[in-house]
């Protein structure tokens, strides 16, 4: 498996969780990572990304100040911490991946990805 997300779960809104993405990076030579999410009956949407090279990560505008993408080198593994959760970031998330960086204005872009996760479900309870 390229790409293994988990974590997710039901909380109430306000809450937090942590999502973990577990890459297999060095095989595949995956250096650029990112986090998106599906509601039901919506578009698949960006949320975040991060570059293992180790420049700041970048946000959604609707995430921005609640969430924090983080990595740890040595397990190969990206984190989506997401705090005062929403009804509204109930959602399917996925991680992602490609080789090289993405400029800014591409991240979004979920078709310049080359790997995808299997995807976890976050339900946030009113």
């Known amino acids: 498996v390229q790409l293994q997300a988990s974590g997710g779960g039901l909380v109430q809104a306000g809450g937090s969780l942590r999502l973990s993405c577990l890459a297999s990076?060095?095989?595949?030579?995956?250096?650029?990572l990112a986090w998106f999410r599906q509601a039901s009956g919506k578009d698949r949407e960006f949320v975040g990304s991060?570059?293992?090279?180790?420049?700041?990560?970048t946000y959604a505008d609707s995430v921005k100040g609640r969430f924090t993408i983080s990595r740890d080198i040595a397990k190969d593994t990206v984190y989506l911490q997401m705090n005062d959760l929403k009804p509204e970031d109930t959602a399917v998330y996925f991680c992602?991946?490609?080789?090289?960086?993405?400029?800014?204005?591409?991240?979004?872009?979920?078709?310049?990805?080359?790997?995808w996760g299997q995807g976890t479900l976050v339900t946030v309870s009113s």
């Open positions: 992602a991946a490609r080789q090289n960086r993405l400029v800014l204005s591409a991240r979004a872009d979920e078709g310049q990805y080359n790997w």
């Open positions: 990076r060095r095989r595949f030579n995956m250096n650029f």
């Open positions: 991060i570059y293992w090279g180790g420049e700041s990560p």
